[in-house]
Nanobody
Framework: QSELVESGGGLVQPGESLTLSCTGS????????IAWFRQAPGKEREGVAC????????KYADSVKGRFKISRDSADDTVYLTMNSLKPEDTAVYSC????????????????WGQGTQVTVSS
């Protein structure tokens, strides 16, 4: 079983919105920095967004800045990725990952990963 679990992926039309969720399967996420990555066929894995353990700091890739928002809810112990104005080029498998330290865009810095959830934006 993966240590993290993503949900919320699906098929949407361009311009629509979708929200992904990330939860821990074996532990709570409150002490972890969380990042969302995505990978499309033929493309390298891309860091999309990350959030600090206390939710006080966030970073976004230039390709999604202004359209996507990462947030976390301590009551639900869930990290969300809200994706607005979706484009066909956003189509990818989206994965969340956790690390003990500061935020990072580098996959090698993250310890635990989810299986990923497919987001498809039709043309």
């Amino acid at each position: 079983q993966s240590e993290l679990v993503e949900s919320g992926g699906g098929l949407v039309q361009p311009g629509e919105s979708l929200t992904l969720s990330c939860t821990g399967s074996r532990f709570t996420l409150d002490m972890w920095a969380i990042a969302w990555f995505r990978q499309a066929p033929g493309k390298e894995r891309e860091g999309v967004a990350c959030i600090s353990s206390n939710g006080g700091s966030t970073k976004y890739a230039d390709s999604v800045k202004g359209r996507f928002k990462i947030s976390r809810d301590s009551a639900d112990d869930t990290v969300y990725l809200t994706m607005n104005s979706l484009k066909p080029e956003d189509t990818a498998v989206y994965s969340c990952a956790s690390r003990l330290g500061d935020m990072s865009y580098y996959p090698s810095d993250y310890l635990y990963w989810g299986q990923g959830t497919q987001v498809t934006v039709s043309s």
